[in-house]
């Protein structure tokens, strides 16, 4: 059987057609992809598309349709795909020297990408949409419900792992008068966060998490367990336990899989978040154990589906203004990273979660708000 009717058969298994009249039908401009698709997996899909070889209106409602039957799975790639594999579990993809990798392939990309993209106060992370209207709000909300889940009052010192762009720092200091003392490894970002918070009770450091010393009354991370790796999730564990005062709270804040892994897909790894993977429930549960209580697991997946649209928005809005600078290539990228990241979130293949823990012995805190 041919490349081109293996692969229209497993498209027909979940609801598309190629070169059919629905808006999740694939548009094939060039035969070659079958090959592709079949030797490459999620790496050849994403960059076929990033080379103009297939389009498709509604690329979020694609990506939903093929993750909701697996077909990622039953569509694995090759040898190249099963090596880079093997390198993850043999290796520390996330070892401390390789630290600084996605903060300047990813983040160091450029401010005025991310300023047009994201809500006014530089949020890269899932924003919470109940009674929400838009982007600003429902990333303030966000903010607001990661400070009441670790009882931030006045005077307390919190650290935060992965600052971002500094927009929790400053608003933990602005709105609920902490101090904050932040860790980040890209440099664009640890030199905006600074500038954000230059009036407040706020540290920047440009260090990798795991410099972090001291004692707190609260540690939060937004955003940072999916750059940690499977290898380090203990490690990552033990420096909160360490950080955390006995009757302190910590929060956590991430992406998660349904299932057990020791990689991202090749397409991710290799154009978006180098070195990154999402944790499991029971990766977290095992680097955890002995260490902490677990308070709330919140799960609100669903609203990263809706963020994600919001910054597809943002980004489709100014693009006329960016692409002489980033190119036609990179914005095929970008649109595929936003929006098959959606289909990801709207498939329920990817879960948002936010974590509280304390140290056992420790009076239980109130921390649901949702």
Known sequence: MDSKKILTD????????????????????????????????????????????????????????????????????????????????????????????????H?????????????????????????ARDLDAAQENKLDLVCKKINLKPGMHVLDL??????FAKYAAEKYGAHVTSYNISREQVKYAKELCKDLS???????????????????????????????????????????????IALTHTIGGNFSTTHANRFTDKYIF???MLPSIAQIGKAMERLFVMEDWHNFGPDYDKTLLAWYDNFEKVWPELKEKYGERFYRMWRYYLLSSAGGFRSR??????????????????????
């Open 274 to 276: 180098p070195n990154g």
């Open 107 to 131: 983040y160091d990309l450029g401010n005025d990408l991310y300023e047009a993209m994201l809500d006014k106060n530089m949020n890269y992370t899932c924003a919470y949409w109940r009674n």
């Open 162 to 167: 992965g600052c971002g762009w500094g927009s």
């Open 202 to 248: 706020v540290e920047i450091k440009h260090q990798d998490y795991r410099s972090a010393e001291g004692s707190y009354d609260a540690v939060v991370a937004i955003g940072m367990l999916e750059h940690v790796g499977y290898r380090n999730y203990r490690t990552y564990m033990e420096l909160i336990e360490r950080t955390l005062k006995n009757d302190g």
């Open 10 to 105: 497993l498209f027909n298994d979940v609801g598309i057609q190629i070169n059919g009249n629905d808006p999740w039908d694939i548009q094939v401009h060039n035969d070659r992809i079958y090959k592709r698709l079949l030797r490459d997996g999620a790496l050849g899909l994403g960059e076929s598309y990033m080379d103009g070889w297939w389009d498709c209106d509604a690329l979020d409602e694609f990506v939903k349709k093929l993750l909701i039957k697996n077909l990622d799975q039953r569509v694995k790639g090759q040898l190249k795909t099963q090596l880079y594999i093997l390198k993850t579990k043999l290796f520390n993809q996330q070892r401390q020297s390789r630290a600084m990798e996605v903060g300047e392939h």
């Open 349 to 370: 293949s990817q879960q948002l979660w936010q974590i509280v823990m304390t140290k056992p012995g420790r009076e239980q805190p109130v921390c649901r708000f949702s």
